[in-house]
């Protein structure tokens, strides 16, 4: 049987690098995976709040209003802070709001908008500390996403 190239020259294939080199299968293992796997359902609304998270702008009204002295925001205020038009910051406060990550008051013919709970600011939280961990600053400068 004749030696791969990969074999040849030492260097894992690009395809391949992330694969067991053996096709094995530990059932033990499989059982485990099977019994904490996360439902359809879970997963699906678990990576719709990922998705929408995702978003920079979204992610700036975010943390805008969970430093807010008062708790809660209007649309002008955030839009003159961030740089932004009302109806940009507005649309994205709407998307935030389908996905019950704000929630929203109205004062007369003012809408204020606050973080729904807890769980968002740790999202936050944990998120800002995850990124800012050295090792993914250092990953995020090689690829030209820090200047």
């Given at each position: 049987m004749g030696v791969s190239?990969?074999?040849?020259?030492?260097?894992?294939?690009?395809?391949?690098?992330?694969?067991?080199?053996q096709g094995c299968v530990h059932p033990e293992h499989a059982v485990e995976v099977r019994r904490h796997l996360l439902g359809g359902d879970s997963a699906r609304s678990t990576a719709d709040l990922f998705a929408v998270l995702a978003d920079p702008t979204r992610l700036q009204v975010l943390y805008a209003l969970w430093h807010a002295s008062t708790g809660e925001l209007c649309v002008h205020d955030l839009a003159a802070g961030m740089?932004?038009?009302?109806?940009?910051?507005?649309?994205?406060?709407?998307?935030?709001?389908?996905q019950h990550i704000v929630a929203m008051r109205k004062e007369g013919r003012v809408v204020y908008y606050r973080l729904v709970d807890?769980?968002?600011?740790?999202?936050?939280?944990?998120?800002l500390s995850h990124a800012q961990e050295p090792t993914l600053v250092g990953v995020q400068r090689e690829r030209g996403a820090l200047a």
């Open positions: 190239s990969r074999e040849a020259t030492g260097v894992p294939s690009t395809k391949m690098a992330d694969v067991c080199e740089g932004r038009d009302d109806t940009t910051i507005s649309h994205q406060l709407r998307v935030l709001r389908n807890k769980h968002i600011r740790q999202l936050l939280s944990v998120g």
